[in-house]
């Protein structure tokens, strides 16, 4: 009978038991079970049910056995080689396989091989016809219809290529030899990849001919018939017997200029050529005579090629090298060098159109760059302004000289701990650049930030004897140095050969008598008797009633009595500036800062005079001074004799390559630390002597070199280590400079591009000649780039301000 739905054999899961285990009912496509005291053969059979024990399951259709091979895919076979298969069984305990082999149609199966019981095969001693493939079956031992295969192409070995005759050939029809072992029937010899006319003389010799159709280094294989691989590649020269050569063979011209230029062709009667120049219009034009026309500025890379191309076979070819240089690249790079922190692009194309003249009289109008301030200052924004305004301010000059005059007159952060009592310092410098020496001495007496360092502020204020730092400073390192000059710097002797001193210790306390009674200022401006604390900028302001008003004698001039502190600072400040050391001793230590350590004694006196003045010029009128320390025939003759220039200092060095290179080096107090291991702590000299002495002398020489006093081994390694940073962040070259890595394929054009841009082509043979070494060696453009211009901004010529 039928079942109806949802009785109990419709339930799609029901448990039973039978001999105490579970069976399993398969029941019109669906999984059920049933109690066994349901079951009757009379009811009507419309399913199929089979009750089986779960312990004695067949596998069904899902686990049949399968047979893999290994390798799947296609191999070859050198002739009497072997190569072994195996295989894997699945779907069985029964793992044992039977291997055969199957021909090709048209070959019999004595021809084609033998395999092991184990799987191993062993090809015939020659390949089949037509390098028909063998087909590789393995069966299984308990499925005879589970098998699987592979195919087995038999192959020659590879031929060896010992060597060849000639070596080289001409251009034109050949005959070539080739020595080896292993070539067979149709063995060919292959000339870059393309087969040649081939006889096989023997298993060991070919013989092949063709044409060289033009010269250089060719890729010679030999191959064997079939699908086998190709013999290890010789190369081969292709020589022509035409030779051209080009006249000058290198050259220097300025933009714009022309030259002929004479091709001469050897090896034929055909002497005619055709005139070519690499790359774009840029690079300039030459025409069917060789007449080349330089292009109106220099390219980059500043080198141009000129070819001649031979027409008896036109490929073979001579060249000539242009170097295309600006004629006042030399002297405006030079001038940027002593004026500003470094040239830019813009900046030497700027002095190029206005002039020496006028751009010192452009910089001079320009107005300052900002020196803002406030009582919260930091360090770090004192360290931000000084090194920013270097690396970028529009007033170039005023930087340079504020730079200049802070070595001069010093305040530092290890006293001055604060940005407060720093940047008030460098706005007065920055204002006095460009007025009057006189102005200069008087504010820096007054300047709250001097008044803390060499501790003037309070002096005789809260009694005892007036403080002596001061006052010996400036004269000492401020004005008129320690002995007499004379107007070329020279040092005064006495009768026995010894320097005749400027002061004595009686007018250093006179002097600080002179200056005693100042404190510093207040957000109310007043003071009682007792003066002020610290209060920046200034400037300082009497203490009522404690000034010193008796009469004082300085520097062999009397101060009267009862005068007020402020006649007496006027007094005092018109002594020292009119003493006549200031003239040589101001101009020595700025011409040692801007153009060169070793002025001569006429450059020192032509600059010591212009700081006297005269007829409508002001005494200490530091235009007037930089205009003649700037533009002085010294210091503007292009060919200086080696003992010209000065030593960059690692904070000028470091300015000087990001602008010449457009680097960003981001905020300095993110890396002054830097400086200190580079012995120029940013806006922290050691003493009030400045990072270095004005005259030190370069060991073991009778030259002067201020900065050579802070650069030793470690130094330079430090230095080396932060620009190399520079230039190579972020990884693995900074973005700005794409323009070289796009040439380096051509090392002497990068090379080239690298003086002009660092150097303005002065790079000496020497140098240029280790870096065109080093440079290819590189593994791509970028570490090309990076080699060259380290090489070049360690160099001497790059240190060292010419």
């Known amino acids: 009978m039928r079942r109806a739905p949802g009785s109990r054999s419709d339930r799609r899961s029901i448990a039973i038991t039978s001999h105490d285990r579970m069976v399993a009912w398969l029941v019109h496509h669906a999984r059920g079970n049933v109690r066994t005291e349901d079951l009757s053969v009379r009811r009507l059979i419309l399913v199929l049910v089979a009750v089986l024990s779960l312990s004695t399951v067949p596998r069904t259709a899902a686990s049949a056995v399968t047979v893999a091979i290994d390798p799947r895919a296609a191999v070859t076979v050198p002739v009497n080689g072997t190569r072994q298969f195996s295989a894997k069984v699945g779907g069985t305990t029964n793992t044992a396989v039977t291997w055969s082999l199957t021909p090709p149609p048209g070959v019999s199966a004595g021809a084609i091989g033998r395999i092991s019981a184990a799987g191993k095969y062993t090809a015939p001693a020659s390949p089949l016809p037509n390098f028909a493939a063998v087909t590789v079956t393995v069966t299984s031992a308990a499925d005879p219809t589970a098998r699987a295969s592979n195919t087995i192409t038999v192959v020659y070995p590879a031929p060896v290529l010992n060597g060849l005759s000639p070596a080289s050939l001409p251009l034109g029809a050949f005959t070539l030899t080739a020595s080896g072992s292993g070539f067979v029937s149709g063995a060919r010899v292959q000339w870059n990849g393309a087969p040649l006319s081939t006889t096989v003389v023997s298993a060991t010799q070919l013989t092949a001919v063709g044409t060289a159709a033009q010269p250089g280094t060719v890729n010679i294989t030999v191959a064997n018939p079939g699908p086998g691989p190709v013999s290890a590649v010789r190369t081969l020269s292709v020589i022509s017997g035409v ?164 070595e001069i007159i010093v305040v530092a952060m290890n006293k001055n701990t604060n940005g407060n009592e720093i940047v008030p310092w460098l706005s007065l410098l920055s204002r006095n650049a460009f007025g009057n020496y006189r102005t200069l001495l008087r504010e820096i007496t007054l300047d709250a930030s001097m008044g803390k360092y060499l501790d003037l502020a309070n002096s005789g204020v809260a009694g005892g004897a007036p403080n002596e730092n001061y006052p010996r400073e400036v004269m ?75 009469a004082k004698t300085v520097l062999g001039r009397v101060i009267p009595a009862n005068q007020t502190i402020q006649q007496d600072l006027d007094s005092t400040i018109d002594t020292i500036f009119n003493h006549p050391n200031v003239g040589p001793f101001v101009a020595t230590r700025l011409i040692r800062a801007l153009v060169t350590s070793n002025p001569s004694p006429a450059y020192i006196t032509r600059v010591a005079q212009a700081f006297n003045g005269g007829g409508t010029t002001a005494r200490g009128d530091m235009k007037n001074v930089l205009q003649a320390i700037l533009l002085d025939p010294e210091a503007r003759n292009d060919t200086p004799p080696s003992t010209f220039g000065r030593l960059r200092t690692p904070m000028q060095h470091t300015i000087a390559l990001a602008r010449a290179l457009n680097l960003d080096p981001g905020p300095a107090s993110q890396f002054a630390y830097l400086f200190y291991g580079m012995n120029e702590g940013l806006l922290d000299a050691p003493s009030v002597f400045g990072h270095y002495s004005p005259l030190f002398h370069i060991p073991r020489s009778p030259w002067f070199g201020p900065e050579f006093q802070i650069y030793a081994v470690s130094d330079a390694i430090d230095r080396a280590n932060l620009f190399y940073y520079l230039i190579a962040s972020p990884w693995p070259i900074d973005p700005v400079l794409q323009p070289f890595v796009a040439i380096a394929a051509d090392p002497t054009a990068l090379v080239n591009a690298i003086d002009t841009t660092l150097l303005y082509g002065r790079m000496l043979p020497q140098t240029r000649a280790a870096i065109l070494t080093s440079t290819p060696t590189m593994y791509d453009a970028n570490q090309r780039v990076l080699n060259a211009l380290y090489l070049t901004f360690t160099s001497g010529e790059y240190l060292v301000q010419h």
Do not use: C
């Not at 080198?303 to 070819?317: K, L, P, Q, W």
């Not at 140095?481 to 005749?500: C, H, M, R, W, Y």
């Not at 002179?514 to 604390?533: D, E, K, Q, R």
């Open 476 to 550: 000492q390192l401020f004005s008129i140095g320690v002995s007499l000059l004379n107007i070329d710097g020279s040092v005064q002797t006495d009768s026995a050969g010894n320097p005749v001193p400027t002061y004595t210790q009686t007018d250093v306390q006179q002097l600080a008598r002179a200056l005693t009674g100042w404190t510093f200022n207040s957000a109310t401006g007043m003071t009682g008797s007792g003066g002020n604390w610290n209060y920046y900028p200034g400037p300082m302001i009497p203490v009522p009633g404690k000034h010193v008003t008796s």
């Open 243 to 406: 030779a051209v050569s080009v006249t000058p063979s290198s050259v220097s011209l300025s933009p714009g200029t022309t030259l002929q230029f004479k091709a001469t062709v050897s090896g034929n009667t055909n002497t005619a050529v055709t005139w070519s120049v690499v790359g774009s219009p840029a690079t300039g034009i030459i025409d069917a005579t060789g007449l080349y026309t330089a292009p109106g500025s220099s390219p980059v890379g500043g080198v141009v090629t000129v070819y001649a191309v031979a027409a008896a076979d036109g490929v073979t070819r001579g060249s000539a090298s242009v170097s295309i240089q600006d004629p006042l690249a030399l002297s405006n790079g030079r001038f940027l060098e002593q004026t500003t922190f470094g040239p830019t692009p813009a900046s030497m194309a700027h002095l190029q159109q206005a002039g020496k003249a006028a751009f010192l009289a452009e910089q001079f109008a320009l107005p300052e760059s900002a020196w803002p301030y406030s009582s919260t200052t930091t360090r770090a924004d004192a360290i931000d302004l000084f090194f920013g305004n270097a690396l970028g301010g529009a007033d170039q000059l005023r930087q340079r000289v504020i730079f200049a005059l802070s």
